[in-house]
């Protein structure tokens, strides 16, 4: 009989696995419900070896800020927890579960970890308090450097649970910002949950519009470094460089298409602006996107087969969409005089852009065949420009500048919650989202 | 993107192994928590130690070190012995202003063969950086085909956008914005 509950489990991870929207009526946030349900939640302090009883409070802590950068999650206070979690409950003892549900807890989590020398050893589990279920069990290894990221990756796990999508955290932004240094502009990455700042260029020239190859390695950018504007991509970890676009004048890397095999940029030759895609191992070039006006932006679909674009064509810029290959390009921008800067959402069923409207810039989105068009982030006091989607489709990174002063900020995709990534560096812009880790 | 997936699917398969072998394994595993348990869980005899799935070590980027190339000076403002080409909102037409700019300029080319000039096209801050670096461009091509069409050979043209981020004026008013959108001169 134990053994039937045992099978099931593995049916239910099975389906969790397989199927990106489980219809799971038990234990599942639908994400497509604005303002919809939270999952009230608990995360016990850890039981912990002797190598690092820090530990106990410290990956708890870590775990919570994460889930409660999301809107799925209601945490049940720590102050709240009446039961401590001591290593028996890794070795059959097990919880009381209708203890945490008298605490309001729906979903527990629990953790045990150890550090032995340089070895970090973290065992995690996700408990549906109400069944007393395990729903999701994972131990990770790893360097004690390593501890934030094994969190993030298994808060990742514990939106996967119960939304069908992998959550973000762990994920970065590259955006540019001035260098106190020098006039120019440098690359910058910051972690999505605002820690971990760092500068990744230092040549006191410009260096602009970072984007992201598919597998997070690589940051694809223009710099100014000769004189002239050339696109080199640059190894975040090692900081290895190479250039890949050698032609024409002014150019800005778009996106990589999702195999990492195309690199698409903006390229002006001649005051005429083209869409070209250019092939990252080689540097062959195709032209994507031909015109009399500024063709510039490319943003590819994460299915690889089309791009969403700027051009000047009609008189005023506008995003337009078009597949790879074939000569129709339909206008999806409407009612502005303005319309710039396209980032399609990696879960596919929106384009945000920006655009100017009564005078100020609007974060805007818009389902890829120009219908529901909607604005998403706004101030009536400044600009809201350049977003760039999370990998989750679910918010969206941004540049609000008013009168010199500018900061990234972080909006859900339904313009509900927001929150300052940045603040504090001059003319911070042109943020770009990393892939999921 | 790829070994990310191949990745993530040798562990859904270890996963998936490990919890199939459990669900086959002995009742007594199983039994101590009744949930999914792991064969070779060696820590304590008969304990539950579900997907004990050991994952790949996270990648953890060390500082990046500082790009070693010192870089060209392109963020100082060069000093022309010429006006700047105004322009208007989200244009790169000449203005009257613009034309007779651009006839000094010429004049002074003709008179000195051998000068080289580079046509810097600028933008103030409004709209998308890059829609402006293209816009730049296009401004300074217009003022290199007007300098072409009034006698300058094109060999000794050429032209560079900055976009938006060399501002003359740092001002954020219509003031400034106006100083921003231009053409700036640069004799080689």
């Not at chain 1, 074939?326 to 710039?340: D, H, L, M, Q, W």
């Not at chain 2, 039994?31 to 004990?52: I, L, M, R």
């Not at chain 2, 000068?115 to 293209?134: F, P, Q, S, V």
Request: glycine share 10%; charged share 20%.
């Amino acid at each position: 009989m134990k053994r039937s509950i045992g099978s099931a489990a593995v049916v239910f991870l099975l389906a969790l696995s397989l199927f990106p929207s489980p219809a799971f009526p038990v234990l599942y946030i639908d994400i497509n419900a604005p303002g919809g349900k939270r999952m009230p939640i608990a995360v016990a302090d850890f039981a912990v070896g002797p190598g690092d009883r820090s530990l106990s409070r410290g990956i708890p802590t870590i775990l919570s800020a994460d889930l409660a950068l999301t809107d799925l999650f209601d945490l049940v206070p720590p102050t709240a927890h009446m039961e401590r979690v001591t290593a028996a409950h890794f070795s059959g003892k097990p919880l009381s579960f209708p203890g945490w549900k008298m605490i309001g807890a729906e979903a527990v989590v629990i953790g045990l970890a150890d550090v032995r020398g340089d070895r970090l050893s973290i065992e995690m589990r996700l408990y549906d308090a109400t069944q007393g279920t395990l729903l999701l069990g994972k131990h990770y290894t790893g360097t004690p450097a390593q501890l934030r990221p094994i969190v993030h990756r298994f808060a990742n796990e514990i939106v996967f649970t119960f939304t069908g999508v992998r959550g973000v955290f762990g994920t970065e932004i590259a955006f540019t910002a001035r260098s106190r240094k020098s006039k120019g502009k440098e690359l910058y990455i910051v972690g999505m949950d605002g820690r971990g700042l760092r500068k990744v260029t230092d040549n006191r020239s410009f260096n602009l519009f970072p984007r992201w190859s598919p597998d997070g390695q690589w940051v694809a950018y223009t710099s100014y470094r000769t004189g002239a504007p050339h696109v080199y991509l640059r190894n975040v970890s090692t900081g290895a460089e190479k250039e890949v676009v050698r032609f024409g004048g002014s150019k800005a890397p778009g996106g990589f298409s999702p195999d990492g095999v195309w690199l698409y940029a903006g390229v002006s030759q001649a005051g005429n602006s083209d869409i070209y895609r250019v092939r990252v191992v080689g540097g062959a070039a195709e032209k994507v996107v031909e015109g009399w006006g500024l063709e510039v932006s490319p943003s590819p679909s994460p299915d690889g087969r089309r791009i969403a674009f700027v051009s000047d064509r009609g008189g005023s810029p506008q995003v337009y969409v078009k597949t790879i290959g074939v000569a129709a390009e339909t206008r999806i921008s409407s009612g502005t005089n303005y319309a710039t800067s396209p980032s399609w959402s990696p879960a596919g069923d929106r384009i945000a852009y920006t655009a100017r409207s009564g005078g100020r810039f609007v974060v805007a989105t818009v389902a890829p065949d120009g219908s529901d068009a909607r604005e998403v982030a706004s101030a009536a006091d400044g600009d809201c420009e350049d977003p760039s989607f999370a990998p989750d489709g679910r918010s969206l990174v941004y540049t609000y500048r008013k009168r010199g002063y500018s900061a990234l900020k972080i909006i859900s995709s339904d313009g509900r919650r927001q929150r300052i990534l940045v603040s504090g560096l001059g003319d911070a812009g042109s943020p770009a989202w990393s892939p999921g880790r | 993107m790829k070994g990310t997936c191949s990745w993530k699917w040798a562990v859904l398969a270890l996963s998936v192994a490990a919890l199939v072998a459990v669900g086959c394994a002995k009742k007594q595993t199983v039994k101590s928590e009744g949930t999914t348990g792991a064969p070779g869980a060696a820590s304590a005899p008969g304990a539950v130690t579900e997907a004990p799935v050991k994952e790949a070590p996270v990648a953890v980027a060390p500082a990046t070190p500082p790009a070693a190339a010192p870089g060209v000076a392109v963020t100082e403002e060069k000093l022309s012995r010429f006006d700047d080409v105004l322009f208007d909102f989200d244009q790169s037409v000449l203005r009257e202003d613009g034309r007779k700019t651009s006839q000094v300029v010429a004049d002074y080319l003709m008179r000195h063969s051998g000068a080289k000039l580079l046509i810097e096209g600028h933008c103030d801050e409004r709209g998308t950086a890059e829609y402006n670096l293209a816009l730049g461009e296009r401004r300074a091509t217009a003022v290199m085909t007007y300098l072409v069409s009034l006698g300058v050979p094109t060999a000794d043209l050429s032209t560079v956008s900055f976009g938006e981020e060399k501002p003359l004026d740092s001002g954020h008013d219509e003031g400034a914005w106006a100083k921003n959108r231009r053409a700036h001169f640069v004799l080689k």
